[in-house]
């Protein structure tokens, strides 16, 4: 390697074809500065592993979207997306677990207390009754929430339910408006050393030097293993996928169900449903599906940034899309990316700081995905057996262990899954609290019964009020059509 | 390169790092890159700003001991006595 590190890190080349690398030259095309080129080179090939994103996000889209040069009425005009509520689990475990998983704000903090350990005080069992999001997509209902809170709809937050093709088309559109088109080549020879990667040579001979790679070629993260940086291998899993057509967007929300053999997702687009089932590989014989098969090595690379080579989505890590957690885990690698954009050619404070921080990230994200198979009983199968059979996680065992005991939420540092997240969670694998804030006590019974039987009452009366999520979305796209000067 | 390594949790806020770090001298040789999107006169502008605002309202408060005495809590003035009434 050439002794420069001091020289200026200016030319950043992205590898990639499908969401990872359109979502982060699309962020870095609008926040990168000016004097860093930006060179997007992708093989043109499809990115069937895409599937393993799960198609939902959390509501952090809104502002990564925007961040990114995306905003929502093109999301909802340029694309198949809808609006989700998050992800209702039916048919979970042999005890046949349904709940909602829904995105919820803050929750409310009366007289000092959180207001679920009201619930545990009033020996209410039920947590759904009480979030807005849930109910509503309960009943197939959507709308925005208003500005400034204090309403029963102000609380409930969306994230999206979308297809990768048309989702990650409008990030390679706006990438386009800020001059950064994908250039289509296959890579013919990776030029590298043990400091990092020292040229990548094109197809047709011509050679591309950086000052940073980055590699979003998914799960074969061409670039990072040139470095021969080893991947963590988890269990492996297969999945069939494909979009049916549909008249209108169905419910706001993602139905997952277990199986005998894995889970199956249902997801409503905007004019199609999504459906995917997911298996272990060695079950292909027990699914019959004439769809093809894509599989995938759950687990994450040792570092995800190593010399001048930094992987982003899958190529970094990759998780089962049971939750919104690779979407997350996607957003905040670009995010992390940004924040840690190299001044010059001597980058091992940013990369040793984004490693630090990835690591705990993919393990945080995990361990919410963990929590899915944390109860007594599951089907005998290869999947089953194999999203099971891990040594224990302190960190998990620790968190059920607090919540069971008396309601306590353990967080970790900057956690991508929230205490709301996890309630919620908690609450649908059948966990409740043995005791509760015991400080909820100085409210007296009879205010506090109030207070909860108004909370159900106005959610129930808000969604009642709620048009369909097919209503709402014609109305919306009628909406931004005019305001766009479109035909309607 | 002036990075504040941030702890969900951190009992001192990232201000108070920044202070501690300038005060002892400890300063960022470089910057975060995205920073240069900012053209230089808008942010000189917008510190000018900062700091115009900031001495105006500095001089604007009164002196320290002279807004304790208002209150009649300053050691050399006789005890407080609550009024009836």
């Not at chain 1, 060179?39 to 990564?64: H, L, M, Q, R």
């Not at chain 1, 709308?143 to 339910?161: D, M, V």
């Amino acid at each position: 390697m050439q002794n420069t590190n001091n020289s200026k890190c200016q030319h950043i080349v992205i590898y990639g074809d499908g969401l990872a690398a359109q979502m982060t030259v699309a962020a870095l095309a609008t926040q990168a500065p000016p004097q860093i080129k930006i060179t997007w080179i992708g093989s043109g090939n499809a990115a069937p592993e895409d599937v393993f994103y799960g198609g939902v996000t959390t509501p952090s889209a809104y502002d990564f979207n925007l961040a990114a040069g995306v905003a929502e009425p093109e999301v909802v005009l340029e694309s198949d997306a809808a609006f989700s509520y998050g992800t209702r689990y039916t048919h979970w475990g042999l005890a046949k677990g349904n709940w909602i998983q829904s995105f919820h704000v803050p929750f409310p903090v009366i007289d000092g207390v959180l207001f679920n350990h009201y619930l545990s005080q009033q020996g209410i069992y039920e947590l759904e009754p009480f979030l807005t999001s849930a109910i509503a997509a309960k009943n197939g209902a959507f709308a925005h929430p208003p500005e400034g809170g204090g309403t029963a709809l102000s609380r409930a937050e969306y994230g999206y339910q979308f297809d990768s093709a048309t989702y990650g088309a409008l990030f390679e559109k706006s990438a386009g408006k800020n001059g950064v088109k994908k250039i289509v080549s296959e890579i013919s020879r990776i030029e590298s050393e043990s400091a990092g990667i020292r040229s990548i040579v094109l197809a047709d001979g011509q050679t591309l030097t950086a000052d940073l790679y980055i590699d979003c070629s998914g799960p074969q993260a061409l670039l990072l293993s040139s470095l021969k940086v080893s991947f963590q291998k988890g269990r492996r899993i297969a999945a069939v996928a494909e979009v049916k057509a549909a008249a209108g967007p169905g419910a706001p929300v993602r139905t997952i169900s277990g199986n005998e053999f894995g889970w199956t997702a249902e997801t409503p687009l905007q004019n199609g449903v999504a459906l995917m089932s997911v298996f272990d590989p060695e079950s292909q014989g027990d699914i019959q599906s004439d769809l093809s098969k894509v599989e995938v090595t759950l687990g994450c690379r040792e570092a995800a940034w190593s010399g001048n080579c930094v992987a982003i989505g899958q190529a970094a890590g990759v998780l089962e899309p049971l939750t919104p957690a690779p979407m997350v885990l996607l957003q905040r690698d670009i995010e992390r990316l940004l924040s840690l954009l190299p001044i010059t050619r001597e980058m091992s404070v940013e990369r040793r700081e984004f490693n630090r921080l990835y690591a705990d990230d993919f393990d945080h994200a995990d361990l919410f995905n963990r929590s899915l198979f944390e109860g007594p009983d599951f089907p005998d199968t290869p999947y089953w057996r194999a999203a099971r059979h891990l040594p224990a996680d302190e960190k998990l065992t620790n968190k059920i262990a607090q919540f069971e005991s008396r309601g306590l939420h353990v967080a970790y540092d900057l956690e991508p899954f929230n205490q709301e997240d996890w309630t919620i969670m908690h609450y649908g694998m059948g966990r409740r609290p043995a005791r509760y804030d015991r400080i909820a006590d100085q409210a007296s019974p009879a205010k506090v019964g109030a207070y909860l039987a108004n909370m159900r009452r106005e959610i129930d009366e808000t969604v009642k009020a709620m048009p369909s999520h097919r209503i709402y979305m014609e109305g919306l796209t009628r909406f931004l059509k005019q305001q766009n000067g479109l035909r309607p | 390169r002036g990075h504040l390594i941030r702890y969900e949790f951190g009992v001192f806020l990232p201000p108070s790092w920044v202070a501690v770090m300038m005060g002892q001298n400890l300063f960022p040789t470089g910057y975060d890159p995205r920073a240069d999107r900012m053209p230089t006169d808008d942010l000189k502008q917008k510190a000018e700003t900062m700091r115009r605002h900031i001495l105006q309202s500095v001089d604007a408060s009164p002196d320290h001991a002279a807004y304790i005495k208002q209150f009649g809590a300053a050691s050399d003035t006789g005890p407080i006595v609550a009024k009836a009434g």
